[in-house]
């Protein structure tokens, strides 16, 4: 009965915040293709292992954790293989649109990157990011506050203060 009912949980999860897991995907892949193979992904992990989750408080913050790690993996697989040409990227309308903001969020590590994107635009609390890293709370907030002095600078040194203010 628990499995069915993680399941159904699971699967509601997933349809509602749809959007959010994409927006996350497209921030690492930055192409909709490779982002909706990783919310396909995703979503194929989240519903086939959910039956291991033992608290359903925790789904929301393990399916993010199960989007993050996929868009992972598929960056690294990417890496791996040898493309001679480079595919034109598709504009897609999205709230990392800002060119500037995602030219500097690119120049951040993985981890980094994640949180500031898991903290300011999905809204999630320092407690979810870490279940969703895996990593110790005070961990999470350390990254946190080096990468935000660190776009601080490299916005400042850009000549985005208006951007700058809004961290």
């Not at 009912?5 to 293709?33: G, H, P, Q, V």
């Not at 690119?106 to 994107?117: E, G, M, V």
């Amino acid at each position: 009965m628990g499995f069915q009912k993680n399941t159904a949980d699971t699967e509601r999860i997933l349809t509602d915040n749809y959007e959010k897991y994409y927006r996350l995907a497209y921030s690492y892949m930055r192409n909709e293709d490779d982002a909706l193979d990783v919310v396909q992904e995703s979503a194929y992990r989240a519903i086939r292992d959910c039956g291991k989750v033992k608290n359903k408080d925790y789904l929301s913050t393990w399916i993010y954790r199960i989007v993050v790690n996929t868009a992972l993996d598929l960056l690294r697989k990417k890496k791996k293989e040898t493309l001679t040409e480079e595919l034109p990227e598709i504009p897609v309308e999205d709230q990392y649109q800002e060119t500037e903001l995602r030219t500097i969020l690119n120049q951040l590590d993985h981890k980094s990157k994640t949180i500031i994107i898991l903290r300011y635009f999905e809204d999630l609390k320092l407690e979810d990011i870490a279940d969703i890293l895996g990593d110790n709370l005070n961990t999470v907030k350390a990254r946190l506050y080096r990468s935000l002095k660190k776009l601080r600078l490299n916005l400042e040194a850009e000549h985005y203060k208006d951007v700058a203010d809004k961290f």
